[in-house]
């Protein structure tokens, strides 16, 4: 009896044993290719539990993540054949699981070597064809969309795809750094004076012909001014005419007594004139006779 329960869980540990190598988990951070003998059958795995032929199948995973690769600085030849050291770092991540198994051995290692490989030889090729100074301040955006567009076709071929790349620091050699930050600076005193003259020219523009402007508007009101005082004088003077024929004396006599207010009885003043002068006459007699 103990014999043949010894037996049964003898089976039963084979049948565990044979039921957990059928079986594989691929989680969702992974990708999986599957064997039969070596050769590659499928790699198209969903995250999950799947299913293989023990001793006949094995699976391989890789990760499915964004992966960094980050390595020491590089030195580059500009266009003036003089060095600058570069520090970059990468993001990449698997894109073709059976390419990459097929490039690479599956190695992370070597993936990450033949990536640096290329993206050292693209920047080689782009700072190669710019200068120091289109290299720390002028061009740098250019430079990595370029260097960019060249190292994902060439990193595509190794089922990689390269999610971005970010230099983290430009250096110069103590022996230039001077002289590029010295033509740095007259480029920027250069376009400060620049823009210094197109706002002086600007400037000269807009005040004369802000004085233009003026002289019209004076010209335009004193014109209009003139024009006014003189339909006021000629509606006053028709005002005036039209009075004195209603009633002859009454106007001299309002008149006289505008006069009389305006240059009799004030502070200080002296009225030089005859006695018997017409201009006394409304002060003789009030119907001025």
Known sequence: MQTRLY???AVLGALFLVLSMSVFVVHEREQAIKFRFGEI???DFEPGLHFKVPFVNNVIKFSDQILTLDNRPERYLTSERKFVLVDFFVKWRIS?????YISTAGDELMASQRLFAIITDSLRKEFAKRTIQEVVAGERGELMDEMMAR???VAAELGIIIVDIRVKRIDL???VSGSVFERMRQERVRIAKQFRAEGAEMSVKIRAE???LRTVMLAEAYRDAQRIRGEGDGSAAAIYAEAYK????FYSFYRSLQAYRQSVGTDQDLLVIKPDSDFFRF???ADGK
């Not at 209603?246 to 004396?249: P, R």
């Open 7 to 9: 037996g049964l869980l």
């Open 210 to 212: 802000a004085d233009r």
């Open 283 to 285: 002060l003789k007699s």
């Open 96 to 100: 073709d699981v059976t390419g990459f």
């Open 246 to 249: 209603k009633d002859e004396d």
């Open 151 to 153: 190292a994902r076709s």
């Open 41 to 43: 059958i499928r790699a």
């Open 173 to 175: 050699p103590d022996e």
